[in-house]
């Protein structure tokens, strides 16, 4: 599996981007998937992560209200809206996949998660 996120890029604070994580292979739909961003000196932090079949979802507190995550099945796709963006949301941005398949349960660790995405950079202005 591949997973390719896109969609990032420069924006003024209070703005909105919407990112996408597309993924190569036909399983994409049996998996849960993640969102996790890495500002610069910092360590990968969870952001949000959404089930197989898109029925549950999970986010940091730190964007809890401000993003959304969804999935397209039929597009192979992992979208997250980004709402009211603040200059610490600054960061590379990976998608990545949970490789229990139809597991219920989300998890917020890097290491439950794999093939993960070359990442796609969102800066906020302020």
């Known amino acids: 599996v591949q997973l390719v996120e896109s969609g990032g890029g420069l924006v003024q604070a209070g703005g909105f981007l919407r990112l996408s994580c597309a993924a190569s292979?036909?399983?994409?739909?049996?998996?849960?998937k993640g969102w996790f961003r890495q500002a610069p000196g910092k360590e990968r932090e969870f952001v949000a992560s959404i089930s197989w079949n898109g029925g549950t979802t999970y986010y940091a507190d730190a964007v809890k209200g401000r993003f959304t995550i969804s999935r397209d099945n039929a597009k192979r796709t992992v979208y997250l809206q980004m709402f009211n963006l603040k200059p610490e949301d600054t960061a590379v941005y990976y998608c990545?996949?949970?490789?229990?398949?139809?597991?219920?349960?989300?998890?917020?660790?890097?290491?439950?998660?794999?093939?993960w995405g070359p990442g796609t950079q969102v800066t906020v202005s302020s």
């Open positions: 990545a996949l949970d490789p229990g398949f139809r597991r219920a349960a989300l998890f917020s660790m890097a290491y439950e998660y794999e093939h």
């Open positions: 292979a036909r399983t994409f739909s049996s998996y849960s």
